[in-house]
């Protein structure tokens, strides 16, 4: 079987930096993604991962390691509407080599 | 631009009756993806299209649901005879195409409730 593993919840303060740890277990890879997800609002891209590495976007940056089958998503100087689910998606599993396996998300609560 | 729609934004059915949820997906973009979200747990990957090749029917979850796309643009997820646990959002995704880095845009999401 896949496995997505990410924490339930998360909590933070404004104007610090914090670290969403995604690791998984699947039987292909073709990419790992990153989506925001406010409340009852679709799904945004935040970044995409295929190589081992750092990729820095702003205030927000992704880390892939494929041989540890993990990623984090670094959220810098947060800003109270950074509050909401972080998901982490993994391309070429189970589901297909062009779906996505979303793991349940992380839910990012910012306070004052 | 216009991005993906989902209609309708909300369905109250019930049980037993049939449903049927449009995706209208980006200009240009081949493929098109439907998930569903239920409540505390994760999107679940139901159906992909990509251009005119035979879809991925891989992650219907019963044969009450199909999903048909029309002229390679807007699709329809029909789910026959629905049951209380079909209760979820649907999501429709658009991408330029398949695979490779393109990044997947998904509409608001059609929230069914089956009573």
Redesign the interface.
């Known amino acids: 079987g896949q496995n997505?593993d990410q924490p339930t919840e998360m909590t933070a303060t404004e104007g610090a930096i914090v670290q969403i740890n995604c690791t998984y277990q699947t039987s292909g890879f073709?990419?790992l993604?990153w989506?925001q997800q406010h409340a009852g609002?679709?799904?945004?891209?935040l970044s995409?991962n295929?190589l081992d590495g750092l990729e820095e976007k702003g205030r927000f940056s992704s880390f892939l390691s494929r041989s540890k089958g993990y990623s984090y998503l670094l959220l810098k100087e947060l800003q109270m509407k950074d509050s909401a689910s972080y998901?982490c998606?993994v391309?070429g599993g189970e589901?297909?080599?062009?779906?996505?396996?979303?793991?349940?998300?992380t839910m990012l609560l910012v306070s004052p | 631009g216009a991005g993906?729609s989902q209609s309708p934004s909300n369905k109250v059915t019930e049980k037993g009756k049939d449903v049927e949820l449009r995706c209208d997906p980006i200009s240009g973009h081949t493929?098109l993806?439907w998930?569903r979200q239920s409540l505390?747990?994760?999107?679940?990957?139901l159906i992909?299209f990509?251009g005119n090749s035979a879809p991925?029917k891989?992650?219907l979850p019963s044969d009450r649901f199909s999903a048909e796309r029309t002229g390679g643009s807007v699709s329809t997820l029909t789910i026959q005879r629905t049951q209380q646990e079909d209760s979820a959002v649907y999501?429709c995704a658009s991408s330029f195409r398949?695979?490779s880095?393109y990044?997947?845009?998904?509409?608001?999401?059609t929230r069914l409730t089956v009573t």
């Open positions: 997505i073709n990419g993604f989506y609002e679709a799904p945004t891209f995409y295929v998901l998606a391309r589901s297909g080599y062009s779906t996505l396996t979303f793991g349940k998300g | 993906v493929a993806y998930y505390g747990q994760g999107l679940e990957f992909y990509q991925d891989s992650g999501l398949g695979g880095s990044e997947q845009y998904f509409g608001p999401g």
